[in-house]
């Protein structure tokens, strides 16, 4: 393995070090953001807040921020005292690197980030729908693309991957992770690290990848943002610290660490977790950035006193560059000079920075080269091809009775929804960069498919329903294609919802629309998983297409005809009703498990599963598997399964293999992923899938942060989705396998 800098890096850095003083030092350490100043009489937040509560509307808004005078902090870059900025315009961050690397003291360039959570200029599918194509040869080439798109434009670091496990879907940011199991998001985590990070043909082929959110947002209590979050040991280890962990170990730069408290303790301020964990036990090269803001909320959270006192604590635990909040520029020279830091902590913060600068190449490279600017303007076929490739993998099946679908090319369809043509509901919460001329809606892309398709728009998640509009739909089409869901706005960060069943009067809707008599197509695009008990029960072929990114209309126009075969899986359980909320398939063994025995962990008024579990989806053929074989390999357990294809088209299938330990010293989930393949395969085809899992990650971590590897019998399940019953049972030892670190506690 190549040194991640060379020796010659490390002494520029260090000799850098040597010659800075202590306010370019803390400069480092400080992150703006674009400030708007002005230009309107109300503070920015007001505006936000007044926009929310209707006071203004959205074009409004967009009126005043147009006209506002924005501040790039010239002169605080000019003095050394900024070390990172948050801008995307490729010209603008070239201005601002000339002031950094021409006119401070020692020319230290900017390093400028951004939150590239889903593809840049090319935006592909929300994160919870690209982790369900199971495919991180497909996660590893949107996350390459994208750091390509995002250099062009001066960002050579992501706010990305964001990895927080999140089981209850009622958090609007589960839009941006990739869902509820360990063993998934760490498959994702690994292939973003790989797409952003590893490309060094060229310093503009890769981006250092921020993991975020460290740690335990996706837990906030009854799924509501920036809640607090209470959790033992085992869950934290053994779930939500598993994809930060494989993700360091792929060689991740930074960190972000999250608003929430854990246990008592905000993550900003946890010495525990971002010094002893993140970078002492992990061994993370690089720094960790706090979340916006996120230090002086730690006066709010009632953790800090003062400004100064967040500033010292968050210091202290780790935390290497401030976001937004400009109190490490003002308090931590004063605590270093009387003692209240250690000017160690400082050190360590600014070369962390520094290092993560050089291995970026800006020291040698600081500009976007004049022949980059605007290189993706027009997206490049390959770059739209990949956007088509993401969306078709990533749509998910969930019903398809009588198999109405796939609609003949000649059939007249009714396309119902606003939905189906807003170009900004196709690309997804978090995506900046992306111009409304790559969109492709729903609409248009059926249009291409379908020549008798016409359009009735009628309604969607806000405002009412044209009943005009409905019924004309319900006269025309010999199938009627229903674009409903949430529009962009209802999930990412501060859009949690109580209630998540189809908002507004779209259930109205669809009761007309059935009430046609028609055969009924719902085509779901939202960002979390939804309750859909009532659906499920009445319409008769529903496909999820979450939001897909910009050839969103292409892929699900393709899947709706048939030219591809949907083969995308949920990454996160749908609950029939709200309530169930929060609901994932590796739950822990209870005492009593759900049966239509009352006294039973169950609820009086819901079912007992998931009405969609975790690694569920169809496809337009069917697969049987058989053949389950495992096989005792020394430090390994082969596991093989036969793949069939028993319909009448090609198809991939995802085959799943979970664990479970059937008794050990703590209680373990009902079962566990360990793997997973994919097979392409033609009508009556068959394959041997394969998956190797080393004995050592059987194991399980305790609460005292031991990792244990415990003699006994194991299940081994082969499956196409987590409810599976293919099982064959083994008794291992574990004798002389060597075992995963333990977790430091304190
Ligand atoms: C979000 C982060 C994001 C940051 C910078 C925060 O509000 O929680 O996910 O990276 O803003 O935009």
């Given at each position: 393995?190549?040194?991640?800098l060379?020796?010659e890096?490390?002494d520029r850095v260090e000799?850098?070090?040597?010659?800075?003083?202590?306010?370019e030092k803390?400069?480092q350490?400080?992150?703006e953001?674009?400030?708007?100043?002005?230009g309107f009489d109300?503070?920015?937040?007001?505006l936000i807040e007044?926009?929310?509560?209707?006071?203004?509307s959205?074009?409004?808004?967009?009126t005043?921020?147009?006209?506002?005078?924005?501040d790039y902090?010239e002169?605080?870059?000019r003095?050394?005292?900024?070390g990172?900025?948050m801008?995307?315009?490729?010209?603008k961050c070239?201005?601002?690197?000339r002031i950094?690397v021409e006119?401070?003291?020692?020319?230290?360039p900017l390093?400028?980030g951004?939150d590239?959570?889903?593809?840049?200029?090319s935006?592909y599918?929300?994160?919870i729908?690209e982790?369900?194509?199971?495919d991180?040869?497909?996660?590893e080439?949107?996350?390459?693309?994208a750091?390509?798109?995002?250099?062009a434009?001066?960002v050579?670091?992501?706010?990305a991957?964001m990895?927080d496990?999140?089981?209850d879907a009622?958090?609007?940011?589960v839009?941006?992770g990739?869902g509820e199991d360990p063993?998934l998001?760490s498959?994702?985590?690994?292939?973003?690290?790989?797409?952003?990070q590893n490309?060094?043909?060229?310093?503009?082929h890769y981006?250092?990848?921020?993991l975020?959110h460290?740690?335990?947002?996706?837990?906030?209590?009854?799924?509501?943002d920036?809640?607090?979050?209470s959790m033992?040991?085992?869950v934290?280890?053994n779930?939500?610290l598993?994809?930060?962990?494989?993700a360091v170990?792929?060689?991740?730069?930074?960190v972000?660490a999250?608003?929430?408290?854990?246990?008592?303790v905000p993550?900003t301020?946890?010495p525990w977790l971002?010094?002893?964990i993140m970078?002492k036990?992990?061994?993370?090269p690089?720094f960790i950035?706090?979340?916006?803001?996120?230090?002086?909320?730690?006066?709010?959270h009632?953790?800090?006193e003062?400004?100064a006192?967040?500033?010292r604590?968050?210091a202290?635990?780790?935390?290497d560059?401030?976001m937004g909040?400009?109190?490490?520029l003002?308090?931590?020279?004063k605590l270093?000079e009387e003692?209240?830091i250690s000017m160690s902590?400082?050190d360590?913060a600014c070369r962390?920075i520094?290092?993560?600068k050089?291995w970026?190449?800006?020291?040698?490279?600081?500009?976007t080269r004049e022949?980059?600017?605007?290189?993706?303007?027009?997206?490049?076929?390959?770059?739209?091809d990949?956007?088509?490739r993401?969306?078709?993998?990533?749509?998910v099946?969930?019903?398809?009775e009588?198999d109405?679908?796939?609609?003949?090319?000649d059939?007249?369809i009714?396309?119902v929804?606003n939905?189906?043509d807003d170009?900004?509901?196709?690309i997804?919460?978090?995506a900046?960069?992306w111009k409304?001329k790559?969109?492709?809606?729903?609409?248009e892309g059926?249009?291409?498919?379908?020549?008798?398709?016409?359009?009735?728009?009628?309604?969607g998640?806000?405002?009412?329903?044209?009943?005009?509009?409905?019924e004309?739909a319900?006269?025309?089409?010999?199938?009627?294609v229903?674009?409903?869901?949430?529009?962009?706005a209802?999930?990412?960060?501060a859009s949690?919802?109580?209630?998540?069943t189809l908002?507004?009067?779209?259930?109205?809707?669809?009761?007309?629309l059935?009430a046609?008599g028609?055969?009924?197509?719902l085509?779901l695009?939202n960002g979390?998983?939804?309750a859909?008990g009532?659906e499920a029960e009445?319409?008769?072929?529903i496909?999820e297409?979450?939001h897909?990114g910009i050839?969103?209309?292409?892929?699900i126009?393709?899947i709706l005809s048939g030219r591809?075969n949907?083969?995308?899986r949920l990454?996160?359980?749908?609950p029939?009703?709200t309530g169930q909320c929060?609901i994932?398939?590796n739950?822990?063994?209870?005492g009593?498990p759900?049966?239509?025995?009352?006294f039973?962990?169950?609820y009086l008024?819901?079912?007992f599963?998931?009405?969609y579990?975790f690694g569920?989806g169809?496809?337009?053929?069917?697969?049987?598997?058989?053949?389950?074989?495992?096989e005792?390999?020394?430090n390994?357990?082969?596991?093989?399964?036969?793949?069939k294809?028993t319909?009448?088209?090609?198809g991939?299938?995802?085959?799943?293999?979970?664990m479970?330990d059937?008794?050990?010293?703590?209680?373990?989930p009902?079962?566990?992923?360990?793997?997973?393949?994919k097979?392409?395969?033609?009508p009556g085809?068959e394959?041997t899938v394969?998956?190797s899992?080393?004995k050592?990650r059987?194991?399980f971590w305790?609460?005292?942060?031991?990792?244990?590897?415990?003699?006994g019998?194991?299940r081994?399940?082969a499956?196409q989705?987590s409810t599976?019953e293919?099982?064959q049972?083994?008794?291992?030892s574990f004798?002389?396998?060597?075992?995963?670190?333990?977790y430091?506690?304190?």
């Amino acid at each position: 393995m190549t040194a991640r800098l060379t020796e010659e890096q490390r002494d520029r850095v260090e000799k850098l070090l040597s010659s800075m003083t202590l306010e370019e030092k803390i400069g480092q350490m400080n992150q703006e953001s674009v400030s708007i100043v002005g230009g309107f009489d109300v503070p920015f937040e007001q505006l936000i807040e007044m926009m929310t509560d209707g006071r203004l509307s959205k074009e409004e808004f967009q009126t005043i921020m147009s006209t506002a005078k924005t501040d790039y902090h010239e002169d605080a870059i000019r003095k050394g005292l900024v070390g990172s900025l948050m801008v995307q315009d490729p010209e603008k961050c070239n201005e601002l690197q000339r002031i950094a690397v021409e006119e401070t003291r020692l020319g230290i360039p900017l390093i400028f980030g951004l939150d590239v959570i889903h593809g840049f200029r090319s935006v592909y599918p929300i994160a919870i729908a690209e982790a369900g194509s199971f495919d991180p040869e497909l996660m590893e080439e949107t996350a390459s693309m994208a750091a390509r798109e995002s250099r062009a434009c001066g960002v050579a670091w992501h706010f990305a991957p964001m990895l927080d496990i999140a089981r209850d879907a009622r958090w609007g940011r589960v839009s941006e992770g990739p869902g509820e199991d360990p063993c998934l998001a760490s498959a994702f985590a690994r292939a973003k690290v790989r797409g952003l990070q590893n490309d060094h043909s060229s310093t503009d082929h890769y981006v250092a990848a921020c993991l975020k959110h460290f740690v335990g947002y996706g837990a906030v209590e009854s799924g509501k943002d920036y809640n607090t979050v209470s959790m033992a040991n085992h869950v934290l280890f053994n779930n939500y610290l598993e994809p930060f962990r494989a993700a360091v170990e792929e060689g991740a730069e930074t960190v972000m660490a999250s608003f929430n408290d854990l246990n008592g303790v905000p993550s900003t301020v946890n010495p525990w977790l971002l010094r002893t964990i993140m970078k002492k036990h992990f061994g993370l090269p690089g720094f960790i950035v706090s979340d916006a803001n996120a230090i002086k909320e730690c006066v709010a959270h009632g953790i800090a006193e003062d400004e100064a006192d967040a500033g010292r604590q968050a210091a202290e635990a780790g935390l290497d560059m401030d976001m937004g909040t400009e109190i490490y520029l003002h308090n931590l020279k004063k605590l270093v000079e009387e003692g209240k830091i250690s000017m160690s902590v400082v050190d360590d913060a600014c070369r962390r920075i520094l290092e993560v600068k050089m291995w970026l190449g800006l020291f040698d490279h600081p500009y976007t080269r004049e022949g980059e600017i605007g290189k993706y303007e027009t997206l490049p076929e390959e770059h739209v091809d990949l956007a088509l490739r993401s969306a078709e993998e990533s749509a998910v099946l969930l019903k398809n009775e009588g198999d109405i679908l796939p609609i003949a090319g000649d059939a007249k369809i009714s396309l119902v929804g606003n939905l189906a043509d807003d170009k900004e509901q196709i690309i997804g919460a978090w995506a900046m960069s992306w111009k409304e001329k790559d969109c492709v809606t729903i609409r248009e892309g059926m249009e291409k498919e379908f020549p008798k398709l016409r359009y009735f728009p009628c309604g969607g998640p806000e405002g009412e329903i044209n009943e005009a509009d409905a019924e004309e739909a319900c006269a025309y089409g010999d199938v009627i294609v229903a674009v409903l869901g949430e529009t962009v706005a209802m999930s990412g960060e501060a859009s949690s919802r109580a209630d998540i069943t189809l908002p507004g009067d779209q259930r109205q809707l669809l009761e007309k629309l059935l009430a046609s008599g028609k055969p009924v197509v719902l085509v779901l695009m939202n960002g979390r998983p939804l309750a859909l008990g009532w659906e499920a029960e009445h319409v008769p072929a529903i496909l999820e297409g979450w939001h897909l990114g910009i050839q969103m209309g292409n892929a699900i126009a393709h899947i709706l005809s048939g030219r591809k075969n949907p083969e995308g899986r949920l990454s996160s359980s749908f609950p029939a009703v709200t309530g169930q909320c929060p609901i994932y398939y590796n739950h822990p063994n209870t005492g009593r498990p759900a049966s239509n025995f009352k006294f039973t962990s169950r609820y009086l008024d819901a079912p007992f599963q998931a009405l969609y579990p975790f690694g569920f989806g169809l496809s337009y053929t069917t697969y049987t598997l058989r053949d389950l074989k495992v096989e005792d390999k020394g430090n390994v357990l082969g596991i093989s399964a036969k793949v069939k294809n028993t319909g009448k088209c090609s198809g991939r299938a995802t085959v799943q293999f979970y664990m479970q330990d059937v008794t050990a010293s703590l209680v373990r989930p009902i079962r566990e992923l360990k793997g997973f393949a994919k097979a392409e395969l033609a009508p009556g085809e068959e394959k041997t899938v394969f998956c190797s899992l080393e004995k050592k990650r059987m194991g399980f971590w305790n609460n005292q942060g031991e990792y244990r590897l415990e003699d006994g019998l194991f299940r081994i399940y082969a499956g196409q989705d987590s409810t599976t019953e293919m099982m064959q049972e083994i008794r291992l030892s574990f004798d002389g396998i060597e075992k995963e670190p333990d977790y430091p506690v304190i």
